[in-house]
């Protein structure tokens, strides 16, 4: 045996063992040798030997995937000789492979990569060649067998070029041949349409179906119509078929050949014979090929046919094809399960209400009651669609949430019919309650409930009048997936009940009644808030019911945090629309006293539970300060959070000095602080000082950034009192000194904190100057740290800082004091801001640091333009300009002169000149295979 024989021997044993052996040691061995083999010269000749007839069937997969791969990646180490003489071996051995279907796609893909490499330089002619190949196959048996094989290797050719996804290079070589090919596919699938073999009209469907979408061309697919149309019939050609003529739809000028679609969705409205006998066969993908190829004719035919407004026969093919797909639904099977159709046929029953709301007036209103009666029994359909199986035959979890996401679909169709069919959508509807009630099924109930509540999401109820359907649903009760379902309903039919309040009350017992079963409590929640929220006019006279109502949920530290959360925007929605003031207090602390119960529970134990548990009672509380905020509240009146707010003081401090290290803990408290300030506004300011003193203190223990996110809130809330912005001067000036102090070891270590800190800055500094302006030191250490911020590495950092900039470089046109203190900064601003443009930052900071510059421009032209040619055109200048040439950079300066009050133009120079320094302008290299 020879060394070249012994060589393929071992790699034969090699990939035996990879493929074969339990022993996970000896197949990392094994692909570690063969790794090491696959890139050395000689693995061309072993890949070819691994392939050959007689290897085993592993060696041989493996040899055609080796080969494949160093065609595509390894095509440059073979000389020109070696690379035209490939392709014929390649193409016999290929011919002898029919048989063995695996070795033959193998072997097929190896051929098309090498086709996509050496045609046509090393491979004049591979058309000619492969069908002369394949062409010279054949049996007594079956003497179409070289025409079956050439199909099968053109599926595969077409498949594999549209996943490479060649370059223009590639496809404008292969253009020619790609042609050839597929005028031999359609010749052949003509033929093969006239067959008897079943197997071999769907291969050559299937073909054709990739090359129509590959070369798309109507005049010569169009041919293919025709013979394809009773194919729609047959449930064994049914998939392919329409397949293909999905293809041809999408086609460019498909949508202008109306009459040719007009026949192929009459063709469809006549398949429902073959998807009764799918389904009998247990064969749903037929269903579902006929349901995507029917929303394709919804897109491309029936919508714009509607829109345009139809003649005679095309109204009566819409409504044949109407009735097709409601046939088409109505056929048994659950979604999530059997049934993969219904779900594909939602695009179209979408497609239609659209074509239908966008039609001009007339047309609109003709479509309306033309297509109404199919549209309505579609929604009748999908209740039944949309019920669970029976309890004997539950869903396991995986068909469960397909069904969630059917169910989803559903209501979004139904909830956009909705708004198109009104009254008739919901009386439908109620009937199908009705009717479902009577069956005593909680499922079909149940499923009637969930598209009730879709349809009610965009109803205008001033027109509509649904008590009867709140009436029936306040009845039915005994399974929690039922009681979800009418739960939602309420949730979507809130702004219902405060135009007809007949059963709000009733309602509001039927919602609080389940906020304490675990099953149900966050969808009773958010019912709950959304029926106070649209109702809070009206539910005065229920004040203390809800609260009642509230009260366990609240104080329960336990209890689902989403849940409470929901419970306390309900209880606010309700206080704040009660007119007597003092009433209004008296009721909010009853809200106070099981929220203050429940944190201090929390913070006195020293679990981890407990820490959790504090965070959701902060949460909570943070609910209650931002919804309760009662509108038109006289300027003097008592706010309603006051007794809130002097409970949490003392609390929220103790929590602040106990966990500063804590940034979850920290971050709840300051949201709370945050929360009071916004929402009680001035009335805040008497105990302003003693809050900002706690975060503060707090900060300077534990550098948490959420506490300078805090402090900025709370001096934003003295935008209009100047007196009070003075006083909180030497506050906003103890905390930059603390940043300061900070940045002077950590400044790039800690970039939240950094960025914390100049957004606070640049937020104060636009509401609040005179926070910010009061000490000129301080001004000037403020800018040579935002100087530091654009020169930092981090983006974040540069763009809060450029952020920091501009407000300070704008003060300088309203006080001396401020353009004296930053005079002496303004070089190394611009040297920093011009080295970031110019390459010491990704192009995306661009945009920042040349809006710090442009307001600079505009405010201190001279300085800028002088400044700025300092830079751009001084030989010394720090700036790596070499790619920028003298000229350029003239033009640049001349423009960003000119440019000094139109942003977009300025920006767009500095953009070009960023592009220029790092040499990236104007290079529009192809890069080809």
Request: charged share 20%.
């Amino acid at each position: 045996m020879s060394g070249q024989e012994d060589f393929v021997s071992a790699a034969e044993a090699a990939v035996n063992v990879l493929y074969n052996s339990h022993d996970p040691q000896a197949r990392q061995e094994a692909q570690a040798w063969l790794s090491e083999q696959n890139n050395s010269p000689e693995a061309w000749q072993y890949a070819w030997e691994l392939m050959q007839p007689g290897r085993m069937a592993e060696a041989r997969h493996y040899g055609a995937n080796l080969l494949t791969q160093k065609i595509n990646r390894r095509w440059d180490e073979l000389d020109s000789d070696t690379k035209a003489s490939m392709s014929q071996p390649l193409l016999e051995l290929l011919s002898s492979e029919v048989a063995d279907i695996v070795v033959f796609n193998k072997l097929s893909q190896a051929l098309c990569i090498l086709m996509f490499k050496a045609a046509p330089d090393h491979w004049p002619n591979p058309a000619e060649d492969i069908v002369t190949a394949f062409q010279s196959i054949s049996t007594e048996e079956n003497p179409n067998l070289g025409a079956l094989v050439l199909v099968r290797f053109a599926k595969i050719l077409g498949e594999e070029y549209d996943r490479c996804n060649k370059s223009l290079a590639v496809k404008a070589r292969l253009q020619n041949t790609l042609i050839e090919l597929k005028s031999m596919v359609i010749r052949y699938t003509l033929e093969f349409l006239q067959a008897e073999d079943t197997a071999m009209l769907v291969l050559s469907l299937e073909t054709a179906t990739v090359w129509v979408a590959l070369l798309p061309d109507w005049d010569e697919t169009v041919q293919l119509f025709d013979p394809v149309l009773p194919l729609l019939q047959n449930p064994e050609t049914a998939v392919a078929a329409s397949d293909l003529a999905v293809a041809m739809l999408y086609l460019p000028t498909a949508s202008k050949m109306t009459n040719t679609l007009q026949q192929l969705a009459d063709a469809v409205s006549t398949s429902g014979e073959a998807a009764r006998n799918a389904v009998e066969q247990g064969e749903f993908e037929v269903c579902k090929a006929l349901a995507s190829l029917g929303s394709a004719i919804g897109q491309i035919f029936i919508k714009p046919t509607i829109m345009r407004g139809p003649t005679a026969a095309q109204n009566q093919s819409i409504l044949a094809f109407l009735e097709f797909m409601v046939e088409l639904i109505s056929l048994p099977g659950t979604p999530g399960r059997e049934d993969v159709y219904t779900v594909s046929t939602l695009p179209f029953w979408n497609d239609l209400v659209d074509s239908i709301a966008d039609s001009e007036l007339p047309i609109l209103e003709a479509a309306k009651e033309e297509y109404g009666d199919a549209l309505l029994r579609f929604v009748r359909v999908l209740c039944i669609k949309v019920q669970y199986p029976p309890d004997d035959d539950p869903l396991d979890s995986d068909e469960m949430e397909e069904m969630r996401v059917f169910r989803s679909q559903c209501g979004e169709v139904v909830s956009y019919l909705s708004t198109l069919y009104k009254e008739p959508c919901l009386v439908a509807l109620y009937d199908c309650l009705t009717e479902a009630e009577a069956t005593g099924s909680w499922q079909m109930v149940e499923g009637v409930v969930q598209m009730l509540g879709d349809a009610g999401t965009c109803l205008n109820y001033e027109q509509i009048q649904a008590q009867p359907i709140v009436e029936a649903v306040l009845k039915l009760n005994g399974q929690p997936l039922l009681e979800m379902a009418c739960l939602s309903l309420f949730n979507e039919y809130s702004e219902f009940l405060a135009t007809d309040s007949t059963s709000l009350f009733d309602v509001l017992t039927y919602i609080v009644e389940r906020l304490s079963n675990p099953e149900l409590c966050n969808v009773a929640a958010a019912a709950f808030a959304e029926v106070c929220h649209s109702c809070d006019a009206l539910l005065a006279p229920e004040i203390t019911n809800i609260l009642q109502a509230a009260d366990p949920v609240l104080a329960d530290v336990s209890f689902p945090l989403k849940a409470r959360r929901l419970t306390a925007k309900a209880v606010c929605s309700a206080l704040i629309a009660i007119k007597n003031r003092d009433e209004m207090t008296q009721y909010a602390t009853q809200l106070y006293v099981p929220l203050v119960a429940g944190f201090d529970e929390c913070v006195q134990s020293q679990t981890e539970f407990a820490r959790d548990m504090a965070l959701a009672q902060l949460e909570l509380l943070r609910v209650v300060t931002q919804y309760l905020d009662p509108l038109k509240l006289p300027k003097d009146a008592p706010h309603p959070l006051f007794p809130l707010v002097n409970e949490l003081l003392p609390r929220l401090q103790s929590m602040l000095a106990t966990n500063f290290s804590d940034y979850e803990i920290i971050e709840q408290v300051c949201l709370c602080f945050s929360g009071i300030a916004r929402t009680i506004e001035h009335r805040f300011h008497p105990i302003a000082s003693e809050v900002l003193r706690m975060v503060l203190d707090c900060f300077q223990m534990g550098a948490c950034p959420h506490c300078l996110t805090c402090l900025g809130d709370i001096f934003r809330e003295f935008h209009s009192d100047l007196d009070a912005q003075a006083q909180l001067h030497p506050l906003y000036a103890e905390t930059c000194s603390s940043c300061f102090q900070l940045f002077e070891t950590t400044f790039r270590e800690n970039n939240e904190v950094t960025c914390a800190f100049f957004d606070m800055t640049q937020k104060v500094a636009r509401t609040c100057p005179d926070i910010v302006f009061g000490n000129m030191d301080l001004v000037s250490n403020l800018f040579q740290w935002a100087l530091a911020g654009i020169e930092c590495p981090e983006p974040n950092v540069v763009k809060t800082a450029c952020l920091v900039l501009t407000p300070m470089l704008g003060r300088c046109t309203r006080r001396e004091d401020v353009a004296e203190t930053i005079a002496p900064h303004l070089e190394r601003f611009m040297t920093s801001a011009y080295q970031g443009i110019c390459g010491g930052h990704v192009p995306s900071l661009v945009d920042y640091i040349a809006h710090v510059l442009f307001h600079f421009n505009r405010d201190f032209r001279e300085q800028f333009k002088a400044m700025s040619s300092a830079l751009l055109l001084n030989e010394e200048s720090p700036l790596d300009l070499s790619n920028v040439p003298l000229i350029d950079r003239q033009v640049v300066l001349e423009r960003l002169g000119r440019d000094a009050m139109r942003k977009s133009s300025f920006r767009s120079r500095l953009v070009e000149l960023s592009k220029q320094a790092r040499g990236l302008a104007k290079q529009n290299a192809i890069v080809l295979d």
